[in-house]
């Protein structure tokens, strides 16, 4: 069974960048998709964007585009989010999640906390 | 940019049935996934594609579509299901994944 494990918690500075990785443990990202995820402290679920790692083609939602950079390293099956000029509300947990349009996002990380602040 | 409503909380006694509401304009278009979230964990799948059910999801979760609108029922609520519950789908060239707001069970 595919495990998505996490990087660690990160403090950062605004203005600053942070990237977070994912690495599938017992599989391999095989033809899926990966999507990362946010959630502010007591609020809903955002999606940032999604990478097929067998082509390395991604795509963004328009609030984050131009600022964060989802790639895949297919030899390691790990997905990387790298979210540039941080402010205080990037303070988040992001998490990453396997997806197909057959399934949904079936298996997520446990996520990473990011907290941004002076 | 597109978005999915949800109503913000949902309350019914143990035993009780609950449904929860999605509405979305690509909804005839696109499926529906619904995410299951307790306090301090990551979501859990409990529905995809409208109304299949993931292997381990217990029977009394169960989904529908109707137009516009997407259903998730639970039946003979337990106090485990109190719990946030998400929806989510994709606009309607599948370009973009979109969540609800979330909604919360309360479990009386």
């Known amino acids: 069974q595919v495990q998505l494990v996490q990087s660690g918690a990160e403090v950062k500075k605004p203005g600053s960048s942070v990237k977070v990785s994912c690495k599938a443990s017992g599989g391999t990202f095989s033809s899926y998709t990966i999507s990362w995820v946010r959630q502010a402290p007591g609020q809903g679920l955002e999606w940032m964007g999604r990478i097929i790692p067998i082509l390395g083609i991604a795509n963004y939602a328009q609030k984050f585009q131009g600022r964060v950079t989802i790639t895949a390293d297919k030899s390691t099956s790990t997905a990387y989010m790298e979210l540039s000029s941080l402010r205080s509300e990037d303070t988040a947990v992001y998490y990453c999640?396997?997806?197909?349009?057959?399934?949904?996002?079936?298996?997520w990380g446990k996520g990473t906390t990011v907290t941004v602040s002076s | 940019s597109y978005e999915l409503t949800q109503p913000p909380s949902v309350s019914v006694s143990p035993g009780q049935t609950a449904r929860i509401t999605c509405s979305g304009d690509a909804l005839p278009k696109q499926y529906a996934y619904w995410y299951q979230q307790k306090p301090g964990q990551a979501p859990v799948l409990v529905i995809y594609?409208?109304?299949e059910r993931p292997s381990g999801i217990p029977e009394r979760f169960s989904g529908s579509s109707s137009g516009t609108t997407v259903t998730l029922t639970i039946s003979g609520v337990q106090a485990e299901d109190e719990a946030d519950y998400y929806c989510?789908?994709?606009?309607?060239?599948?370009?973009?994944?979109?969540f609800g707001g979330g909604t919360k069970l309360t479990v009386l």
């Open positions: 999640a396997r997806a197909s349009s057959s399934s949904g996002m079936d298996v």
């Open positions: 989510q789908s994709a606009d309607s060239s599948g370009t973009h994944v979109v």
């Open positions: 594609k409208d109304s």
